[in-house]
């Protein structure tokens, strides 16, 4: 069966520091994966997908990116962060092909907050 | 640019009450999906519709959907305190590997 990790679970950081969240999916090879954000009492906002390694769609401008080094690595990151960073943050893959095609399974998720 | 709207974005009711949460969108999709989220956790996935006129059912909880009015209704029958949560609807625009997310409703059920 698949299983989709996030870490750290929670992360707490200054203004101004840089970030790396990781998020790793096992049990199935070639995903698609996903970046959301959440803020509090607020909707998802997808930051980034990736179909494949290195190939990343960035979906809001602003100062994270994110990197797929591996078939089921993705890594969001970012040099400085703002208050305005904090949230919950969600990882997402799907398969390609299956039964459910399209269907996005959702990490832990890691809650950070910028001071 | 498919766009999502849900309604109730709040939802306060009774234990064995019914309700409808509505979902529609904009444009052509190919699927919708519902998500259920518990308070401080992630998405978990309820269920999936492939296709106008689909209809799925569980526990307390049954949607359907009908594309040619790009709509989507979570209907909840006799509702229980553990259905308390936030609940998502998505579409998936046609072709797409991205889901466009609605804000949610947000449910509370009350002894």
């Known amino acids: 069966s698949q299983t989709i990790h996030q870490w750290p679970a929670t992360l707490v950081q200054p203004v101004g520091s840089p970030l790396s969240l990781e998020c790793t999916v096992e049990?199935?090879?070639?995903?698609?994966l996903y970046w959301y954000r959440q803020a509090a009492g607020r909707g998802l906002q997808l930051l980034f997908y990736?179909?494949?390694?290195?190939?990343i769609s960035s979906e809001v401008p602003q100062n994270l990116s994110a990197s797929r080094p591996q078939d089921r690595q993705f890594i969001l990151s970012s040099k400085k962060l703002l208050l305005s960073d904090s949230g919950f943050y969600l990882c997402?893959?799907?398969?390609?092909?299956?039964?459910?095609?399209?269907?996005?399974?959702f990490g832990p998720g890691t809650r950070l907050t910028v001071l | 640019e498919l766009k999502v709207e849900q309604n109730p974005l709040f939802l306060s009711m009774q234990e064995g009450k019914n309700y409808t949460i509505y979902c529609n969108y904009s444009?052509?999709?190919?699927?919708l999906y519902w998500y259920r989220q518990d308070p401080g956790k992630s998405l978990e996935s309820l269920f999936v519709?492939?296709?106008?006129?689909a209809v799925k059912q569980e526990g307390r909880l049954m949607a359907s959907l009908d594309t040619k009015a790009r709509l989507s209704t979570l209907h909840i029958t006799a509702a229980v305190h553990d259905l308390s949560a936030t609940y998502f609807c998505?579409?998936?625009?046609?072709?797409?590997?991205?889901?466009?997310f609605g804000k949610g409703t947000k449910l509370t059920v009350n002894p």
């Open positions: 997402a893959w799907s398969p390609r092909t299956s039964g459910r095609p399209g269907e996005q399974f």
């Open positions: 049990g199935t090879s070639n995903p698609n």
């Open positions: 990736s179909v494949g390694i290195g190939q």
């Open positions: 444009t052509t999709s190919d699927r």
């Open positions: 519709l492939l296709s106008n006129g």
């Open positions: 998505a579409p998936r625009p046609g072709g797409s590997e991205k889901l466009v």
